[in-house]
């Protein structure tokens, strides 16, 4: 089978400006680490609002030791409670939970692309 496409149709991405943005998780992926022993959360954050609609950012969140502060602030933002001591945790019941995110611009390998930088309740929710 052949087909033919035409990749010249593809827009190109601009890098988000710097913000904070409403959005929705839409997964969230265990990763072995390739710079260290610890593995990681890979999040994947939806854009909600009209003028972003759909555009897609991570957030990396490690598991050792001195990243935990991050995965901690990162949960508490998506309504987590009850996060002192030792827990379990299935990141996929954080999967369709609406946030805010803040957002910058990082240059990596000469590329301007989007970092989230933090995750925020969504506006007129307060953390509980």
Request: include cysteine; charge should be negative; aromatic fraction near 8%.
């Given at each position: 089978?052949?087909?033919?496409?035409?990749?010249?149709q593809?827009?190109?991405?601009?890098?988000l400006?710097?913000?904070?943005?409403?959005?929705?998780?839409?997964?969230?992926?265990?990763?072995?680490?390739?710079?260290?022993?610890?593995?990681?959360?890979?999040?994947?954050?939806?854009?909600?609002?009209?003028?972003?609609?759909?555009?897609?950012?991570?957030?990396?969140t490690?598991?050792?030791?001195?990243?935990?502060?991050?995965?901690?602030?990162?949960l508490?933002?998506?309504?987590?409670t009850?996060?002192?001591?030792?827990?379990?945790?299935?990141?996929?019941?954080?999967?369709?939970r609406?946030?805010?995110?803040?957002?910058?611009?990082?240059?990596?390998?000469?590329?301007?692309?989007?970092?989230?930088?933090?995750?925020?309740?969504?506006?007129?929710?307060?953390?509980?």
């Amino acid at each position: 089978m052949s087909l033919r496409i035409d990749f010249s149709q593809i827009p190109e991405l601009e890098p988000l400006p710097t913000g904070e943005y409403p959005a929705v998780v839409t997964g969230v992926e265990l990763r072995e680490s390739r710079s260290g022993p610890d593995p990681y959360l890979n999040w994947a954050f939806e854009i909600t609002s009209p003028e972003y609609l759909g555009r897609k950012v991570w957030l990396v969140t490690g598991l050792g030791v001195k990243a935990l502060w991050k995965l901690q602030e990162t949960l508490e933002a998506l309504g987590a409670t009850n996060l002192s001591g030792e827990i379990d945790l299935n990141p996929q019941e954080f999967v369709g939970r609406q946030c805010n995110i803040v957002v910058s611009q990082e240059v990596y390998n000469g590329v301007t692309r989007n970092r989230v930088d933090s995750v925020l309740p969504p506006k007129g929710h307060q953390i509980r």
